[in-house]
């Protein structure tokens, strides 16, 4: 397989065992790479601390950007944020509609063709006026299974700047919160592991499952006037103080805040949390080497025993590595070895095979999306779009044969690199709520692909 990888691909072979047989020096090395990568994100962090997009952005890459906005100069009034709040939508049972990903779909696209967002939350503010239609726009035909998606997506793009996002060859779903519901309840839990990338796909996840523009990525139960005025709309992705207050977990939202969750949950007496069939965590596991702490964390959320309905994980790493491929597929060896020896029924030899020869896939890998001009100079050669695309290629010749086949690990991959090249951004490492919802979408396609019938 090596053999065919493009000159230009990053290899893999740097073997474990090697970084911990020099360990002295590598762990000094790491130790001044790990400040200098904290001192660069502290940095990113700070650009992304803006309370705005400047309109210069997209035309104006060589002037030194203006001296920021502070937050609190937003200029809607916290009172204008709240008088319109998310109606509880309670919903008894899912509703009856196709969605395994399969052919005779191509007769229910009723949602990709309106506005999914009408009824959410803020969705006429004027901060916040994002139509679905002004982020995917669909064409025939629908992609026939998770191959052709994730090949659909990851190649994906746009005729123009900022305008819908297309995948390419066939087309995915765009569904309804009732659709992303009644998907993620499949599954006993829906657990994303990575940075703070994911993270931000999480939040706009959270957006879809609260119908709520304006505060649905953010924990707004906890929030005082500065937070909701600060962290509305597209802010609780691009502000920095908004994005920490991101929800972590669906029980989080079942306790503090339950008439925001539109999904089908349970209410029960003596004052227990709320119970829903959607489960959806995120664990941050930012880097190789991982953090035995974190990874015990992530072991705890799995059942000893074989659930009833399967579980999917979605993971994501690269920057904090620097895009470096060998970290990226240690990092991924050691999250599945803490999964599998927490949860042996998830093992690929533990997995039925009945239908296919293959075992059932439920791991996706989703690779960063492409930087913005405002990424800072020093991380050009390390972070940007070169090798930015070279990592998402890597990664994917890691995962699959050539052929476009998986291979070894049973993963399987999705870039987002084409889909988010050509819009609006600042660096590029947390895209807009834009972005993160079509990274929502692609995700919420993928588990709508898993065959949960075949666990
Ligand atoms: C927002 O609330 C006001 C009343 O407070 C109401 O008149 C208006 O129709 C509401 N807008 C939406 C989009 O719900
Ligand atoms: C496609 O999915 C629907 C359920 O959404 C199912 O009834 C139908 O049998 C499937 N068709 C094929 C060819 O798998
Ligand atoms: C972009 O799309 C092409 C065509 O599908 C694909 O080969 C490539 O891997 C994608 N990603 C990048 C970073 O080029």
Known sequence: MTNKLHPLRRRLYKPQKAATGIAATISKQWTLRNITIVLAILNVFSLLNLAFTPPWLSSLSHR?????????TLEFASHDLHHNISEPAFHHAFPPVPLTINSSLSAYRLPDISDTFATYAYRNHPKCSI???????AFSPLCTDRQSFLRAFTGGGRIGFDTPFMPKDCDMRWYTTEEVCEILGRFEKVIVVGDSMMRH??????????????????????????????????HQMD????????IYRTSDVLTHDPTSFACPYTLHSNNETPTSPVNLIIELMLKYPLDPTELSRLQSLLPPERPTRPIAFILGHGLWNDLDLAATVHWLDGVLTAIYSAAPYLQPQALPKEITD????YILFVTPSAAGVLKPDQWIASQGDKALQIFEHSVRDE?????????????????????SIQMDKWDGVHLNLRGNL????????????VEVERW
């Open 64 to 72: 030194p950007p203006p001296t920021p906005p502070r937050c609190q």
């Open 131 to 137: 139509s679905s239609l002004s982020l995917h726009k």
């Open 201 to 234: 796909v999480v939040g706009a996840m959270n957006v879809l499952l609260r119908k709520d523009l304006g505060y649905g990525a953010v924990t707004g139960w906890n929030f005082g006037g500065e937070e909701s005025e600060k962290c509305f709309c597209t």
């Open 239 to 246: 502000v920095k103080a908004c994005s920490i207050q991101g």
């Open 358 to 361: 293959k075992p059932m896939v």
């Open 399 to 419: 995962i699959y044969e050539q052929d476009g086949r998986f291979v070894g690990r049973g993963i399987e991959h999705m870039g987002t690199w084409n889909m």
């Open 438 to 449: 079509i990274k929502a979408m692609g995700v919420a396609n993928w588990l709508g692909g």
